[in-house]
């Protein structure tokens, strides 16, 4: 039985020391090239979620930039059968005045209609009527026998749209006793 020697032991040693060092070296070269390739796809994925951020951006405009174009499409298409009407009474030659009012009643009745159908609604508030500013515009005061700060007369009326105020009412008001 020989016994080693002190360099017998660190030379037995040595390759076994390096066996396991090269294993953790493996080790970090398979997660390196993992975590590369994770990389890669997740660059790709976010290229990815920006175009669809763009295309999705750019078509919000396309379809904003057509809804402004063509807002008023509809509202036009109602009143193409009143130009129609107003054409084919000014066509009429030797109309009598009773034809000419009563096409005319006839056309301001489809005004009205093709007006509330894109919901234009008249605000025409009636004598005794609270005054609201918000709704109404007083021209003036005037002595009156009803409650002060209500609605005397209608001098024009005035119109909603979509319960916004297009145009207020313009009225006199009671003046206050």
């Not at 080693?4 to 032991?9: A, E, F, I, L």
């Not at 005004?111 to 234009?120: C, D, G, H």
């Amino acid at each position: 039985m020989s016994e080693n020697t002190p360099s017998q032991d660190a030379a037995e040693a040595a390759p076994e020391s390096a066996a396991p060092t090269a294993a953790p070296e493996l080790d970090l070269a398979a997660q390196l090239a993992e975590l590369q390739a994770k990389n890669a796809e997740l660059a790709d994925l976010y290229l990815r979620a920006q175009a669809d951020v763009q295309n999705a951006r750019r078509r919000a405009d396309e379809e904003i930039s057509k809804a402004r174009k063509f807002a008023v499409e509809g509202f036009a298409d109602s009143l193409l059968p009143v130009l129609d009407s107003l054409e084919a009474g000014l066509a009429i030659p030797n109309a009598t005045l009773e034809q000419i009012r009563e096409g005319s009643e006839a056309t301001l009745r489809q005004l009205k209609s093709a007006l509330e159908r894109n919901k234009v609604i008249e605000i025409n508030p009636t004598a005794g009527t609270k005054f609201d500013p918000a709704q109404h515009q007083a021209i003036s005061m005037v002595p009156a026998e009803q409650e002060a700060n209500t609605v005397v007369t209608v001098l024009q009326k005035g119109y909603l749209i979509a319960e916004r105020v297009l145009r207020p009412a313009l009225v006199t008001v009671s003046a206050p006793k």
